[in-house]
């Protein structure tokens, strides 16, 4: 009995020193620590989230990373997907479109030299000319990139690589020349293509008359017509409103192909010699011919034509004189 008298002393004896210190506590000693409480339980939570939004966002850079790996992946060629073929084949296609560029500025002196532009068309004969001397650059130098391209396209993984030598030929360097004598331009859609480059560079095109205009041109056929001649247009004025103004021309087809010297060499019987007179669309134009015979009489062609000419049209007008 003793023995249980002093068990349940001891217990009465610790419960009232472990309540001592909240019991003792004033109103707002506990006030402040439940408020100390609380703000331990939104720091913690708070930080909780933080973690949570940080994991949420290193989630979701890791998934935008791997789409856009697979994204590149996707847009690169099939073939190209093996990094020492890519490598291979941007390294043959960086030396050609070096060549290119360095050809087209060696030639610029020529092609760009008064007494060259005086005599021939430079869009007929710059071809010729840039043809034969890449043929000539590819077999004196050894620049056979189309058989570099295929050798490495052939060779096999995990095996030796194909010997270039054992593939070139008069074909591969045919092509190989073309595709130097295209220019840099052309080796640049080349590597666009492929997905070595992904910015385009201004592609050369036919030549156009500016916008809202109309090139004309005049086109000499010599009867009795000696020495100079003179090309004579005259804005007469708008077409809107005018009866008697005629349809506009939007181009003119022809019954034959024209000569080969034609598009190799400046026309001395055509005005402008290349290109066209710039004109305004809708707008009434008078176009006379003047030069004189053998016996010095004026001749005049052709008589009260009046012409009008549509927006982006080429127009060749022939004159017999």
Known sequence: MSHVIRVLATGLLCMFFAAGPVIGQTEAE??????????????ADKAAADKAAADKAAADKAAADKAAADKAAADKPPALNNDALYSK?????TMLFVVAVLLENAFAVIFNWRVFLAYFSLPGVKTIIMIVISWLIVNTFGIDVMASLIAA???????????PAIISGPASRFITALIVAGGSAGVNR???????????????????????????????????????VFVKIQTIGPAAGNPSAPAPIAGVIRQKRSQLSGLLFRQVDRFPPNGGHTVLPDTIY??????????GKSLTAPEGETYV????AIVDVDVTL
């Not at 396209?153 to 010997?163: F, H, L, M, Q, T």
């Open 89 to 93: 084949s941007l390294a043959a296609l």
């Open 30 to 43: 506990r006030k402040a620590a439940a408020e100390k409480a609380l703000a331990d339980k939104a720091a």
């Open 309 to 312: 000419f549509a927006p982006g």
């Open 286 to 295: 008078g176009i006379i011919v003047n030069g004189v015979d053998a016996g």
């Open 153 to 163: 396209y052939k060779s096999p993984a995990n095996g030796p690589p194909v010997d």
């Open 190 to 228: 080349i590597m666009v293509a492929l997905g070595f480059r992904s910015i385009r560079t201004q592609e050369e095109v036919i030549p156009r008359p500016p916008v809202n205009t109309a090139w004309v041109a005049v086109r000499l056929k010599r009867n009795r017509a000696v020495g100079d």
